[in-house]
């Protein structure tokens, strides 16, 4: 589904050269549920923000649902992102003054669905995460907890091929961050492709399987091993 061979991201400034990403190669498939580990500076949000088509690379491949998405005009890039891909952030990244229901229909409207289509998936969305009876709040009125349920309801309303999670329970206390988990392993059971970069070695033993990146590299990479439920999802689907 998802594929990276040799690939390099340098960030360059009038002095200085960054090395984000050095000879990077992961292969995910359909259905794994990830968890990116690696200290701070290593290359991981350079890897996810890459993934999501959010910034381009120096060199090397990448293959999303084997088109070569290196290749693409932003034009192209933007539509494959806004179809296939769907972001949590650690920081919910909602719009303050509109309510739940219009945080979820934003990027909807750049897709251009109809009104009786956008609605029908935030509804089922919300019901999915837990909110339906929430919709008319504005985010100031919701739990920590509560405002990343909005920001999943958001990246899954789109119904994303792939949902890449930085940090999603960076910003909760224990109790939410443990919910919040169960929530994106339960969109996993049910077919969606997670990719989470994570600090926490709790949260990335949750994951079917683990890569760490180091100075740009992976380091190592566990063997893949599809949860038997996703598998089950995406057979009856």
């Known amino acids: 589904m998802l594929k ?8 360059r400034t009038d002095l200085v050269e960054t090395h984000a990403l050095r000879d990077f190669g992961v292969h995910v498939r359909e259905g ?3 968890a990116v580990t690696g200290p701070s500076g290593s290359g991981k949000t ?7 088509l959010l910034e381009t690379f120096d060199g090397g491949s990448y293959l999303l649902d084997g088109e070569d998405v290196g290749r693409l005009n932003d034009r192209r890039r933007s539509r494959v992102r806004n179809e296939k891909i769907g972001f949590i952030f650690q920081g919910f990244n909602l719009i303050p003054d509109l309510n739940v229901f219009d945080n979820v229909d934003v990027p909807l409207r750049y897709r251009g669905f109809d009104a009786a289509e956008r609605r029908r998936r935030i509804e089922s ?10 919709s008319k709040h504005i985010p100031a009125q919701l739990s920590g907890g ?3 349920r909005v920001a999943i309801a958001r990246a899954l309303a789109g119904s994303p091929r792939i949902l890449l999670a930085d940090e999603p329970t960076g910003n909760l206390d224990s109790l939410m961050a443990r ?26 033993r949750r994951a079917a ?12 990479l566990e063997p893949f091993d599809p949860p038997a439920v996703a598998i089950e999802a995406r057979a009856s689907a």
């Open 4 to 11: 990276m061979q040799h690939v390099s991201k340098i960030y």
């Open 32 to 34: 794994e549920f990830i």
């Open 46 to 52: 350079t890897f996810l923000n890459i993934a999501g």
């Open 125 to 134: 969305t919300l019901d999915l995460v837990g909110l339906g009876s929430r």
């Open 146 to 148: 509560q405002q990343q």
């Open 179 to 204: 919910q919040i988990l169960e929530l994106i392993e339960d969109i996993n059971a049910r077919g969606t492709t997670i990719v989470m970069v994570t600090h926490d070695p709790e949260l990335a």
């Open 209 to 220: 399987r683990s890569i760490h990146i180091i100075d740009g590299k992976v380091s190592d």
